[in-house]
């Protein structure tokens, strides 16, 4: 048997045609247009004390893959050392295959710190000092131009003060509009929104003012994205006049009911987003803090959230259709539940500005961006893809964009090696996937 290199050049690409499309590709810039990392650690040009704290300290993949291995969760969210999590986590990497952790890992052990040794129990000490004497001479904004990262969205609360944001080095860092925490319609919430906004939050009229001078204020400080998470889109969307009485009962509202109520502020939005030339970002099919027990000892963003049931496209186009075309933004969609992806790819066919987005989440796998880039070049359009995003709280995670890039090469060079496109439009095609694409959507 002929021996295989492991995580070689061409892991990923395995045609001449999907190579030389790679190699054009590889070393474009970054866009990150969607991502959780803290921009107080961007801000203070943050450093890690080793790789365990690296890689460990929030990375909610590697925590649900060490549960599925059965690590105990001291070694997970606990209190053992940074070094103990880090060799438990070697020690099930060799479970992983096929898994896109095996693969990130990997990638970012080589292009990071530039060991190129497989991770396993057996190699954990080593790999353990290696990289993380190399990171005493790494920080945040070194890995940031390693990376060749243009542009940063990061995820902020309308509360949020965005004193972090702004221009490092090669790197701009704008913040991104998240008012998901609204819909919980919690008073204590409510009124901190109001003192951000100098409004009274307790009509939808003070709401809706300080929902849009928020929003100003994330304008001024360089927002160009919005970004919206929930289960599913509304059923019924509500009039004004009935979301004044929803709101004004809000303590007591009946699912529907606070469903109707999201479905009118949702839409507010997507006007108010319109006018200042912003882009939104839709991610629906997710049900979260799913173990009550966990939820409880650990908390938010942990590693316990999953699927939902497929969206209705029927929903998805009653809320698009409630909007003109003249008030609708310019629209990502992203569904965590992959199964309707033909039918919400064929929707976007009937709205302008409206897009699927990338695979998302439990969906960024090697199967799953496949799926995704194939389901939209077959039902939508793939030339107007906007490509990769990490949607990660780690700094490592840029090697993710490597991995989306090998995959695109893969299946675009696959076309062109079947003779079904033409290899000159290709090298376009990935170019604009991969970076001209995001940049004209949000107007760098």
């Known amino acids: 048997m002929t021996e295989k290199r492991f995580f070689d050049q061409n892991l990923l690409v395995g045609s001449r045609a999907a190579r030389e499309l790679y190699g054009d590709v590889k070393d474009l810039p970054i866009i990150d247009y969607h991502c959780h990392l803290d921009p107080r650690m961007i801000a203070d040009n943050a450093r890690f004390e080793d790789i365990g704290a690296f890689w460990l300290a929030g990375d909610h993949y590697k925590w649900r893959a060490m549960r599925l291995c059965g690590v105990d969760e001291k070694y997970i969210t606990g209190d053992a050392s940074f070094h103990d999590k880090f060799l438990k986590y070697a020690e099930i990497v060799p479970k992983l295959c096929g898994n896109p952790l095996y693969y990130w890992t990997h990638m970012e052990l080589s292009q990071i710190f530039g060991i190129t040794k497989p991770l396993c129990g057996d190699t954990a000490e080593l790999i ?34 965005l004193g972090c944001h702004g221009k490092y080095g090669k790197t701009t860092v704008a913040p991104t509009f998240r008012p998901d925490k609204v819909w919980s319609l919690d008073e204590s919430y409510l ?16 709401l809706l003012a300080a929902l849009t001078k928020r929003l100003d204020y994330f304008v001024a400080h360089g927002c160009r994205i919005s970004d919206h998470g929930f289960e599913q889109f509304p059923a019924v969307i509500a009039t004004k006049e009935q979301a004044e009485v929803l709101y004004s009962n809000r303590e007591k509202l009946a699912d529907s009911e606070r469903q109707a109520l999201f479905g009118f502020l949702l839409t507010a939005l997507m006007r108010e987003y319109k006018k200042r030339g912003m882009t939104v970002q839709l991610h629906f099919g997710v049900t979260r803090n799913v173990n009550p027990a966990a939820f409880a000892n650990i908390g938010v963003d942990s590693g316990f959230d999953v699927m939902s049931t497929p969206p209705d496209p029927k929903a998805l186009i009653s809320f698009l259709a409630s909007i003109p075309d003249a008030e609708r933004p310019d629209i990502l969609l992203y569904t965590l539940n992959d199964s309707a992806l033909p039918s919400l790819a064929c929707v976007t066919g009937a709205f302008r500005g409206v897009r699927m987005g990338a695979a998302w989440w439990f969906n960024d796998t090697m199967l799953g961006i496949r799926r995704n880039l194939e389901t939209i070049a077959e039902y939508s359009v793939l030339g ?11 700094f490592s995670s840029y090697a993710r964009f490597d991995f989306f890039r090998r995959i695109l090469a893969d299946v675009v060079g696959g076309y062109v090696e079947r003779g079904e496109y033409d ?21 760098l």
């Open 423 to 443: 290899s000159a439009a290709a090298c376009g095609l990935m170019r604009d996937i991969c970076y001209n694409n995001a940049k004209e959507l949000i107007k």
């Open 384 to 394: 107007t893809s906007v490509g990769m995003l990490t949607d990660s709280r780690s």
């Open 128 to 161: 353990y000092a290696e990289a993380s004497a190399k990171l005493a001479d790494m920080s945040v904004w070194g890995l940031l131009e390693k990376f060749g990262v243009e542009y940063i969205a990061t995820t902020d609360d309308p509360i949020d003060d």
């Open 191 to 206: 009124k901190k929104l109001g003192e951000a906004a100098c409004c009274d939050t307790s009509t939808l009229d003070g």
